[in-house]
């Protein structure tokens, strides 16, 4: 493929994945709507369709709970239960969506007010999209305030994640800790069967033991009936991920921005965010390895791992800079930034937890790289996110739209035809 025909393929990709109100992230692995992804598909399709970017972004946020969480998945009642797992009868949470689709009850990293910012952006003074942000303005609120209110551990600033699922990034390093903790008695009694095996090669994959942590939490979580204050205080994983916050840091400085294209008020969510960004550099920040890190809060401990969620807050143009000169400096040596290395890897090259093929533990997602371009921009460092914006759309040219990349060799791994690579991809055109 060639870059004359990025828009063509990108555009084959997501119509194949349309799935009437939204983008499936790939028709083999995951054949429902996940929320991060549907956020960044939404922006893909703002270019080629703004009507199908709006719907996309709106059912995602139809699967929301009466208590303001909006779960990762939203399943669809057309597709075999069995297809994905784990599917709705492990999460039995089939009555807490507004519009009654069976859902999961975890979260995914909030970039739905920072996707919808982006898309009336491209759409430009269209009334149809002021009408759109009018409606789904309070909605992006009570996410908001769902995060804050019921996922702050008590005594801390950040919001937490309680699956490493929750960051988007399932396996990368950080999670190795405070998961190693989880008890996987839960999943062993269960006796199930992986199905993400059927589509993608193993060695590419989490491990057998981090999946039975993975369903041992799920399960934790449902046993309670999805109470957060349970699993703050309880569960041995509840940790503050620089990703997941620098994005909620991010949408609230876009909901700054929509609150007044709306007529509402913009001052709570500019202190919402200077009080993340400022408790982001304050407890994530770790001055001798150049870049942010998790916070383990049950071992109330910084988790010591270099990955590229520790470059997030570049997203944010309140944080300080001799912090971003580090970052950059840390990109730069260890990620390759501003090099002609194929990609970011989501570890660093010379890390000792580096796998180039495994998933979050060495591959290039465009995601990311694309997180990073528009954090390279908030800094004013326009020609690191050139290079990066051409690196991504090359990876994406020569390899195709897979899901994750080989960050050596460029090779594409994963699911092929994968909608956020398609969409990020027209993005950056
Ligand atoms: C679990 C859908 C999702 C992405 C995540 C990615 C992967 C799921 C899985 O696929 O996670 O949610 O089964 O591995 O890690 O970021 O949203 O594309």
Redesign the pocket.
């Known amino acids: 493929m060639d870059i004359k025909n990025l828009t063509r393929v990108a555009k084959a990709v997501l119509s194949a994945n349309w799935e009437s109100s939204y983008t499936v992230?790939s028709r083999t692995l995951?054949p429902h709507q996940?929320s991060?992804?549907s956020a960044f598909n939404a922006i893909g399709w703002a270019h080629l369709d703004p009507d199908a970017a709006r719907t996309e972004l709106e059912t995602g946020l139809g699967a929301q709970w009466d208590d303001g969480r909006i779960p990762?998945i939203a399943f669809n009642p057309e597709v075999d239960p069995d297809a994905y797992f784990p599917g709705p009868a492990l999460w039995s949470a089939y009555d807490r969506a507004r519009d009654g689709r069976a859902t999961s009850g975890i979260v995914?990293p909030p970039v739905h007010a920072a996707a919808a910012l982006r898309i009336s952006e491209i759409t430009g003074p269209d009334p149809r999209t002021l009408a759109w942000l009018e409606r789904i303005y309070p909605q992006l609120c009570t996410w908001h305030d769902y995060l804050r209110d019921n996922r702050t551990a008590p005594g801390r600033e950040l919001v937490s994640i309680l699956h490493p699922?929750e960051s988007?990034?399932?396996n990368s390093p950080l999670w190795d800790v405070p998961l190693a903790r989880v008890d996987t008695g839960l999943a062993r009694a269960l006796d199930y069967q992986r199905r993400?095996l059927d589509n993608a090669d193993s060695a590419d994959r989490p491990t057998d033991d981090d999946y039975d942590r993975y369903i041992s939490l799920v399960l934790d979580y449902r046993h309670g009936y999805y109470d957060d204050a349970l699993m703050l205080k309880a569960s041995e994983f509840v940790v503050e991920c620089p990703l997941f916050n620098s994005a909620l840091a991010w949408s609230e400085l876009a909901l700054a921005q929509i609150a007044e294209l709306v007529g509402a008020e913009r001052r709570p969510h500019l202190i919402a965010a200077a009080q993340l960004t400022a408790a982001i550099a304050e407890t994530l920040f770790d001055a001798e390895l150049g870049i942010c890190v998790g916070y383990d809060v049950r071992a109330q401990q910084q988790i010591p791992a270099v990955t590229t969620a520790g470059l997030a807050p570049l997203l944010l143009r309140g944080i300080d800079r001799p912090i971003v000169e580090t970052l950059l400096a840390t990109a730069r040596g260890r990620f390759g930034l501003g090099t002609t290395a194929p990609g970011l890897p989501s570890t660093p090259y010379d890390d000792e937890s580096f796998d180039a093929n495994r998933y979050?533990r060495g591959p290039t997602w465009v995601s990311i790289n694309w997180l990073l371009i528009q954090g390279l921009a908030v800094q004013g460092e326009t020609m690191l996110a050139e290079s990066l914006r051409q690196t991504t759309l090359r990876l994406a040219v020569d390899a195709g739209m897979y899901e994750y990349f080989n960050p050596v060799s460029g090779e594409g791994r994963g699911s092929a035809s994968f909608s956020w690579t398609a969409a990020l991809a027209l993005d950056l055109r």
Do not use: A, K, R, V
């Open positions: 992230p995951y996940w991060w992804d990762h995914q699922w988007g990034m399932d993400d979050w």
